[in-house]
């Protein structure tokens, strides 16, 4: 009867009596029906019964017509777009068969003979068909099978490819991580961050095993015919328990290459006490070994002995060049936005160029596409707000943050009446899309902005600001390599205007652009080693300064530096390979170039001796992009590590840099009005390197990580100033700066515990940062041209910072700092000159000011954790400096009747309280 089904097992053969039935050719047209009725019209036009199961075809409608064609002509064409195969029976039945095929002979060696007795009606064709015997378990677990692909007679291969993706059965929101493995816990393949998945199954059953952390573990019976797709859905695990722990990649800090790279995550900021109540991952990181700042509230940050400006910080991917509010007391990132900043101090990967020190990469946090969610606070003197808007649910969404600053009411609340009439006020922005074209391509793009602008105590407005645009296209060429497209512009300007109500109000700026375009691609190799290569190229147009009149009665004149223009190219490739089990290495190779471009002058002096005006020997005039000077070279970076145990390993680095930006500065410390400087006939490149050598070990798990990791450093070319340097608007700069050695050395200690209700970390650093200013000419040399600590060398640098948890809702945190007084120069004497005294100063950075400590202390309340409600609170109530210890941020010496004065400034002299709340929703 036409619609049931013959069942016939493809473990059998039939032998088949008489030739198969061969029809005339046929004419017929399908117009607007089912394919089940198109069979129905078939039978009726040829005579045939066709056997099937109608469920087996969906209701799409097909047209297709044919003339004076094959049966089989047209029973392909029919059956090509699905999993259906067909088998002509004898003149004039056919039997179609879901996935699998019916065939008529036995394969070769069925029996154990090497020959048959030929059995087929087309003996051509010798496929092997694909058997496959059900497991007596299944039923009693109730796993499902599911059969992929059509089987191919023409086809002798003895596994096929299945790819997939799997998603949260409830959210629809891809599965990371999700492992798939056989019935003997073999792993075959891991899901990406995508969720999409490709392994590789042997032709016919398979007993796959799906484990996820998380989700609800599960069995499905594979029967695969041929290459093909299966995506699956997956419920969270809801089982509960008195307590989960949850724990992944516990000995990742042992096993990876390189040494001194650490990672912060946007949570861990939550209970840290700082200035205010602010969450800062920046500050966070300036808590752990081999990371200080120059002073409190100082900018920029000094990494195992480097200067501020040899740090490379980057959002998704964009340079920013000050990354902090308010003479750093802030970062100018909106917490809640940031979802990790990775660290790298020692083994700074190939992909990483153009400083000397370290990286400091924040990365936009991932969202879900699917809700609409946000996170806010409230604080003393600043508020942030950060939105997750779906654009196109499971898709794309929109994250949009704000952060603003209201400190002008406390400036008025002061007893000080030059304070009262000071203004200080800062706000950023960022603006995050992210969209999944497919499950191999995925396009982000990031928009960010930052202002400062603050008048303290003076006749000038300082205004300082960054911007930056990141558009990212990832695309996965397969499981194994995945690449990326990166294209980004950075700006960082300053003003100041300065306004007396005299003939001498100005406008002074300065202005730095940035655009970067950067190919990078990852291959993972099963065999236990991968590779990471790329290209990138960047464009840096820099104005140097520029002064104007700031109103109508200024006599000013308005005056512009030359334009700064350079072009700077690399290429990279780093490899992590296995050699043993116990024994990795990571080997790199980045190769820079860096050319400076006109229209430019620039000056020749005077060989033989120094730099200043007065030795010019001529001028040189550039074209528009004309090459002025060429640098470059290659810079190697090498790691490799040895596990001793599996919670001990040794690891040892290497690794050298070119740097062809440097930072102007004559201050002690880094402001933010310090200008940058590009290389270029009279200014070489920082060159450095770095050698490193660490224990790592882990305690009970990594409820203790405890690691010990040394450093030397060398550098050359590091850009310092004269004595009495006048750096702004200064069209012969190089005459104002020298360039000598550094170096540095030290060991950093950290224990770190993970788990309990007692966590947190201990950290202390001894290290030494010395600069050499040599030179035959006395004016170019500074102390005798003998190493002398730089501003920032502070041996001493012990950090605690310590959460107790008395509940899941209460906990009290502790964050405590003592670091060596930094280096100053001092007055020893004065002479008398023309009737004037005048001050002697000590050999530079010969003193040191007063050591720093500062203890802060918070209690925190969280909100209750049930699962159904709309919003989860967090309160933080600090105290900033509970000590009231009055640290110095700088001493300076002012001459007044002839006697000199030392006074020393201090930022939070007293004990700060704040009160902090915290809503996600």
């Known amino acids: 009867m036409k619609g049931s089904l013959i069942i016939i097992c493809s473990l ?43 469920q087996w075809f969906s209701n799409d409608l097909i047209n297709k017509s044919y003339r004076e064609k094959d049966l089989e002509f047209i029973l392909e064409d029919l059956l090509k777009d699905n999993s259906i195969n067909y088998f002509i029976y004898e003149p004039g039945r056919i039997i179609l068969t879901k996935n699998n095929s019916i065939y008529d002979e036995l394969p070769e060696g069925f029996f154990g003979k090497e020959e048959k007795a030929p059995l087929a009606a087309n003996p051509a064709n010798n496929a092997s068909p694909i058997f496959y015997q059900s497991s007596p378990n299944l039923t009693t677990v109730k796993t499902e099978t599911i059969r992929i692909g059509k089987e191919d007679k023409a086809n002798d291969k003895k596994s096929y490819i299945l790819k997939g993706r799997i998603t949260d059965a409830v959210s629809g929101n891809a ?10 816990n073999i792993v075959l393949g891991v899901t990406n961050e995508t969720g999409t998945y490709s392994i590789s199954l042997s032709a016919g059953r398979n007993l796959l095993n799906f484990r996820g952390l998380g989700y609800e573990s599960d069995k499905k019976e594979v029967i695969i015919f041929n290459d093909g797709y299966l995506n699956l859905s997956f419920n969270e695990s809801v089982e509960q328990l008195e307590e989960v ?31 205010l109540g602010e969450r800062d991952v920046m500050k966070v990181a300036t808590a752990l070994p081999g990371i200080s700042t120059a002073g409190e509230g100082a900018t920029g940050f000094n990494v195992r002995g480097g200067r501020a400006d040899q740090n490379l910080i980057l959002l998704d991917g964009a340079t920013i060049y000050n990354p902090q509010h308010f003479f750093g007391i802030f970062s100018a990132i909106n917490p809640f936005s940031i979802g990790k900043l990775d660290v790298y101090k020692g083994n700074i990967p190939p992909k990483y160029g153009g400083r000397l020190s370290s ?20 604080g003393p003197v600043t508020g942030n707000v950060v939105l997750d808007i779906p654009v196109v649910k499971e898709k794309s969404s929109v994250m949009i943050g704000g952060r603003g600053a209201y400190a002008n009411w406390i400036l008025r609340q002061l007893d000080d009446e030059e304070l009262q009439n000071s203004s200080a006020s800062f706000y950023d922005g960022v603006i995050n899309y992210a969209h999944d074209i497919d499950e191999n391509n995925e396009l982000t793009a990031t928009a960010y902005y930052s202002n400062d602008d603050f008048s303290i105590a003076s006749d000038s407005l300082f205004i300082y600001n960054n911007r930056l645009l990141a558009l990212r296209w990832q695309h996965r060429f397969n499981d194994k390599h995945v690449g990326e497209l990166q294209v980004t512009n950075s700006n960082y300007g300053f003003n100041i205007e300065y306004e007396r109500g005299a003939n001498n109000d100005f406008d002074l700026g300065f202005n730095m652009n940035e655009s970067t375009a950067k190919f990078n691609f990852n291959y993972l190799n099963n065999s236990g080693w991968s590779l990471n290569y790329g290209l990138e190229g960047k464009w840096y147009v820099s104005e140097p300064g520029s002064i104007k009149p700031l109103n109508a009665e200024s006599a000013v004149q308005t005056t512009s530096l030359q334009q700064e223009k350079a072009l700077e190219g690399a290429g990279y490739a780093s490899v992590n390979y296995d050699l043993t089990k116990k024994l990795s290495v990571d080997a790199g190779l980045r190769f820079s170039v860096f050319s400076a471009l006109g229209e430019r002058t620039q000056f020749q002096y005077l060989e033989g001796n120094p730099r200043n005006r007065a030795n010019i020997t001529d001028t040189l005039n550039y074209g528009k992009n004309e090459p002025i000077k060429t640098y470059g070279g290659p810079e190697v970076r090498a790691g ?9 390993s040794v690891k040892a680095g290497y690794n050298n840099a070119i ?24 200014i070489e490149p920082q060159r450095g390197q770095q050698f490193s050598f660490g224990l790592f070990k882990n305690i009970d798990a990594d409820a203790y990580e405890i690691s010990l990791e040394g450093f030397y450093k060398t550098s050359t070319n590091v850009l310092d100033f004269k004595t009495g340097a006048d750096l702004l608007l200064n069209e012969n700069v190089e005459s104002e700066v020298l360039q000598g050695d550094g170096r540095s050395y030290g060991v950093e200690f950290l224990i770190r515990k ?53 509940t899941r809702r209460f906990s009290f945190s502790a964050n405590f700092i003592y670091q060596t007084g930094r280096p100053v120069t001092v007055p020893v004497g004065n002479i008398s000159f023309n009737g004037a005294q005048y001050a002697v ?12 400590y500062r203890l802060d202390l918070a209690f925190n309340i969280e909100g209750n954790h049930k699962l159904k409600k709309a919003a989860h609170s967090f309160w933080s109530l600090s105290i900033y400096n509970a000590l009231g210890r009055n640290n110095p941020y700088s001493v300076f010496y002012v001459t007044d009747s002839g006697e000199v004065e030392a006074y020393k400034s201090s930022i939070f002299a007293i004990p700060v309280p704040s009160i902090t709340y915290n809503i996600k929703f």
């Open 754 to 806: 993970n788990k309990g209700r007692l966590n947190g970390w201990l950290g202390y650093t001894y290290s030494r940062s010395l600069l050499r200013l040599d030179s035959e000419f006395e004016e170019e040399r500074v102390n005798d041209g003998e190493y002398f600590p730089s501003n920032f060398d502070k041996p001493h640098d012990l950090s605690m910072v310590a959460n107790y948890k008395f």
């Open 841 to 852: 100063y000590s050999d530079r950075n010969s003193f040191r000011i007063p050591d720093f």
């Open 659 to 682: 740097q062809y930006i440097h930072m102007l500065t004559n201050n002690t410390t880094v402001s933010p009005i310090d200008t940058w400087k590009l290389s270029d006939l009279n």
């Open 245 to 275: 722990v949850v724990e992944g990649d516990i000995y990742s800090n042992i096993e990876e290459v390189s040494g001194g790279s650490e990672e912060v995550g946007s949570e861990e900021s939550k209970t840290i006490p700082l200035v």
């Open 359 to 378: 990286v400091f990469d924040m990365q936009i946090r991932e969202r879900d596409h699917a809700k609409l969610r946000g996170e806010a606070s409230v």
């Open 12 to 54: 059998f053969c039939f032998h088949l009596s008489i030739a198969q039935f061969k029809s005339d050719k046929i004419s017929i047209a399908f117009n607007g029906v089912t394919l089940a009725q198109a069979f129905s019209q078939l039978d009726e036009v040829t005579g045939y019964t066709t056997y099937f199961y109608p």
């Open 175 to 184: 599965i990371p991580d999700m492992s798939i493995l056989t019935s003997n």
């Open 640 to 648: 490799i590590r040895y596990l001793i145990t599996p919670s001990f």
